[in-house]
């Protein structure tokens, strides 16, 4: 999932995606086949996906609710994102990709990317364009870790886990030493862990368990960030990012442009 809140379902139970047809272009990964009830009416997000629109929410325990920009994820790639896409290096992974419109845009480029989501509805539909992607958690076993060139983790996917330091380190593993992180921030300052559900205009009532999710802010993401190394921060459109160095960096690594 994309948006402010990001990708809720990421933080779901660890999925084990099937043997399926090999992702050319990465080796070692399988392509997983999009689960039966994909697109169950009772889920929310799913259906969201389908429709192409909202309105769809993040909603603490509290009653807040955090709108999701279903229609932008679902969209093709605008400029802000496309200049994101612009400072990717090498092989590309897109955490939490959601409907995929950030791995149609760099596939359509020519570049080496995979999108990991556990919502199968995510991945069918970034199949659908053209791009490689796997039912997984970032914290399921991954291919090629620890050689991935660039991790992106946009949309306010920072959240995923609701551990940003857990996260952190965890992408640090998949990334090469030296890798590029680029994460969207939240677009004010903030350093929130909570538990939220997903929830559409209708849902009144209980809908999914809550699972813990969190909102950062760039200066958060900095203070979590501790064996990384700042490479840029910018805002565009109202939207926040921040770039990162994993840790070992080689001497002379240059700076996200």
Not at 76 to 98: K, M, P, S
Not at 111 to 126: E, F, N, Y
């Amino acid at each position: 999932m994309r948006g402010g809140g990001g990708t809720a379902t990421e933080v779901a139970a660890a999925h084990h995606p099937p043997t399926g047809e090999a992702v050319p272009g990465v080796p070692g990964v399988r392509e997983a086949p999009e689960a039966p009830g994909a697109w169950s009416a009772s889920d929310p997000y799913a259906t969201a996906l389908r429709t192409g629109r909202g309105p769809l929410f993040l909603r603490r325990a509290d009653g807040w609710l955090l709108p999701l920009d279903v229609e932008r994820w679902c969209a093709r790639a605008d400029a802000v994102d496309r200049a994101v896409l612009d400072r990717c290096e090498g092989a590309v992974l897109d955490v939490g990709c959601g409907p995929g419109r950030l791995v149609a845009e760099l596939a359509a480029r020519g570049r080496t990317v995979l999108g990991i989501d556990v919502s199968a509805a995510a991945v069918a539909r970034t199949v659908r364009l053209g791009g490689q992607a796997l039912r997984r958690s970032v914290f399921d076993p991954l291919p090629a870790e620890g050689r991935w060139d660039t991790v992106l983790l946009m949309d306010g996917n920072l959240g995923i886990g609701g551990d940003p330091r857990a996260l952190l380190d965890r992408l640090a593993r998949l990334l090469r030493p030296g890798g590029l992180l680029i994460a969207e921030t939240a677009p004010v300052d903030v350093d929130e862990r909570t538990h939220v559900q997903v929830v559409g205009v209708s849902d009144v009532g209980p809908t999914e368990s809550p699972f813990p999710w969190a909102r950062l802010g760039t200066a958060a993401l900095l203070r979590y960030a501790r064996g990384w190394t700042p490479a840029g921060a910018w805002t565009a459109d109202d939207r926040r990012f921040a770039a990162l160095r994993s840790r070992t960096a080689p001497a002379g690594g240059r700076r996200a442009r």
